[in-house]
């Protein structure tokens, strides 16, 4: 019985929306007859010739409906159907509707997934490939919907903080990066069917992902952050961290780390345009986005403080201890917590000068130490940005956890699922509809969107003296 009243249920759905649509199309065949050649031209853009009778489909969240209309037409020119522009009719056959649950879904799971979750619900009204390029031409307005949107303004003393990551997707043949394609052909492999240690496959093309949000700032201290060998003293508090707020992710596949940069400081520049309150700046070491967001500052003149993920420490610091202890000793995380709270106190050179010299007294050579000096080299190169003490101090928040976080839902949980294969258009409309969604900002940006569509099909204003009514 329940199947048999969602089925029929809909059915009658359908046929009451198809009853509308008719009364609609007897309506306005009336309404135009009855108006005189001048009027016509007033209203089709000089087409004088009135065709009843034209018919289209139109695929909707309640089934396929036939819409009946009125031509407007002229020698040598396109007919002008007044009916689609009072409804807002897409050109194609896909309402607005259907259109909107495709990207819902299309967004959650595989393509095939969200088919079949729409003829579920709506019956068969749409195929795979269908949902594709309604996905695609759902993110045109993503860019100018931010531009045009002015955040909440914030108190001075708020925290501003942005971070930018990179993670690969698997890419399509041919919609690689050159540079990844050639160095992909000049590959030498050493096993004809898997990778040896350090290959990459070279199929990954690099998106990069950036966050911006405010936040409280929080004094800390570092035992606040990492706990000391034996455990924290319950006789004091543990302090949180800051806790982000308006939180807004962007990303980008198809464009470089330049211009989603740019477009994460824009997104700070309209949060603080006076440049009044203390920017943050989140980073994991990689040289090439330091450049571009150190440049990017320069460009704006707004100053900066840049602060290295302590995660991406204490994992060089894990790698570290395997040249000291065993890999399932005990004392290596106590030989960690210890190095963590040295560099924590703003000790980080003394951190790696111990490192250095653990490895001469263990007389430890080549491959033996290999890992310890890159973590003692890693704490050097980035000496600038590892004074935790002032950014605790300070209460700015010292872990990127914003935008690791996002690199996982953006990217892993939907454009890394297994065997999926990425064209560069497709990959670009999923991560920044996935982006909006999680900035809680789709409502808003599919009535502009909705608004925008609407401008581009129909963009005269030609209507003010005819009205269609149910």
């Not at 543990?238 to 470089?256: I, R």
């Not at 996982?408 to 454009?415: G, N, P, S, V």
């Not at 982006?435 to 969107?449: G, K």
Request: proline share 4%; with cysteine.
């Amino acid at each position: 019985m329940e199947e048999m009243a969602a089925v029929q249920g809909r059915e009658l759905a359908r046929l009451l929306l198809q009853a509308h649509l008719d009364l609609r199309a007897r309506r306005e065949e009336a309404e135009l007859t009855v108006l005189d050649t001048c009027s016509r031209a007033a209203l089709a853009d000089g087409r004088t010739r009135l065709e009843r009778g034209h018919h289209r489909e139109l695929s909707t969240v309640i089934g396929t409906v036939r819409v009946t209309r009125c031509a407007l037409r002229s020698p040598g020119r396109p007919n002008c159907y007044p009916a689609d522009q009072v409804l807002g009719l897409p050109h194609e056959r896909h309402s607005l509707g259907v259109r909107r649950l495709a990207v819902l879904e299309a967004v959650r799971g595989s393509y095939d997934a969200a088919m079949e979750a729409i003829t579920r619900c709506c019956g068969k009204v749409v195929g795979k490939r269908q949902i594709e390029h309604l996905v695609w031409a759902a993110a045109v307005d993503v860019a100018a919907f931010y531009a045009a949107r002015v955040p909440a303004p914030q108190s001075a003393d708020m925290l501003l903080v942005l971070s930018v990551d990179g993670k690969g997707i698997v890419m399509r043949p041919g919609h690689l990066r050159e540079a990844t394609r050639k160095a992909a052909e000049r590959a030498k492999r050493t096993f004809r069917t898997r990778l040896a240690t350090g290959e990459r496959s070279g199929r990954k093309r690099m998106a990069t992902l950036a966050a911006v949000y405010d936040a409280d700032p929080a004094m800390r201290r570092p035992h606040d952050i990492i706990a000391p060998p034996g455990g924290r003293s319950t006789e004091r508090t543990q302090h949180p961290g800051p806790e982000a707020q308006a939180k807004w992710l962007t990303g980008s596949v198809e464009h470089n780390p330049e211009h989603v940069i740019a477009a994460a400081f824009e997104q700070a520049q309209s949060r603080d345009p006076q440049h009044q309150r203390c920017w943050v700046v989140l980073v994991d070491g990689a040289r090439h986005q330091l450049d571009l967001i150190q440049a990017e500052a320069r460009r704006r003149g707004v100053t900066i403080h840049i602060v290295l993920d302590l995660v991406h420490v204490i994992e060089k610091l894990w790698a570290a201890s395997r040249c000291f202890h065993d890999p399932c000793d005990p004392a290596a995380e106590d030989w960690i917590a210890v190095k963590t709270v040295r560099i924590l106190h703003g000790c980080a050179q003394r951190a790696a000068d111990e490192i250095r010299a653990d490895g001469d007294r263990r007389k430890l050579t080549g491959d033996q130490r290999t890992a310890a000096d890159k973590a003692a080299q890693y704490l050097n190169n980035n000496a600038d940005f590892i004074h935790y003490d002032q950014a605790l101090a300070a209460g700015w928040p010292i872990a990127s956890g914003v935008i690791e976080g996002a690199a996982r839902h953006l990217i892993a949980d939907r454009l890394d699922i297994t065997g999926s294969r990425w064209s560069v258009p497709g990959a670009e409309a999923l991560l920044i509809l996935r982006a909006v969604i999680s900035n809680d900002d789709f409502p808003a940006y599919w009535r502009y969107h909705v608004a925008a569509e609407r401008q581009r099909l129909y963009p005269a204003h030609d209507q003010d003296e005819y009205a269609l009514s149910a």
